[in-house]
């Protein structure tokens, strides 16, 4: 398989373009994607019971990780302007113990367009979990944000991807 096959967004001289996707069929595509931040329980503890000075944490990463989205376009140079038809982030305790603790950051985006939304659910992730870090790293500056990655990846030509461990570690 040559390089052009894997990474067609450079031309065959080598210059980068974005990809036309003009004649590929409009289909549903649907992508998820998840960051993990592990904190120390103190962190956590003023996340659950709202005691962080700035505001609900969780509340507003889920806002910012949707407003991300909307703006990967923006933000990743050869990412294609999708419309997006539904967009969710959800901030969950994945693992409490007596030191630390890890939220999952979970994203969902949803379209009806011709190119895929992997990109705009991972922008969702990073975002929100950055926003937690922002919104808390006055208290715990050692929190670490880790495993941003595709969950799963529905429709277009190439089809269903599904990550099989996406339940399984943690985060690191």
Do not use: W
């Amino acid at each position: 398989m040559e390089s052009q096959d894997v990474f067609h967004h450079f031309s065959p001289d080598g210059r980068p373009h974005m990809v036309d996707v003009s004649e590929k069929a409009v289909t549903t595509r649907v992508a998820v994607a998840e960051a993990h931040i592990r904190m120390s329980r103190a962190t956590r503890d003023a996340i659950v019971h709202q005691a962080v000075g700035k505001g609900d944490v969780m509340k507003v990463a889920e806002i910012a990780g949707i407003m991300a989205a909307k703006r990967t376009s923006d933000l990743i140079p050869l990412c294609h302007p999708v419309p997006l038809h539904h967009v969710s982030v959800r901030m969950e305790e994945h693992a409490v113990e007596a030191d630390e603790a890890v939220f999952r950051v979970r994203a969902e985006v949803r379209t009806a367009h011709q190119t895929g939304v992997e990109m705009e659910a991972l922008t969702a992730a990073s975002i929100a979990a950055l926003t937690v870090y922002d919104m808390c790293k006055k208290a715990d500056r050692g929190m670490t944000i880790s495993n941003v990655r595709l969950v799963l990846k529905d429709g277009g030509a190439s089809g269903r991807y599904e990550r099989s461990d996406s339940g399984g570690s943690h985060g690191g």
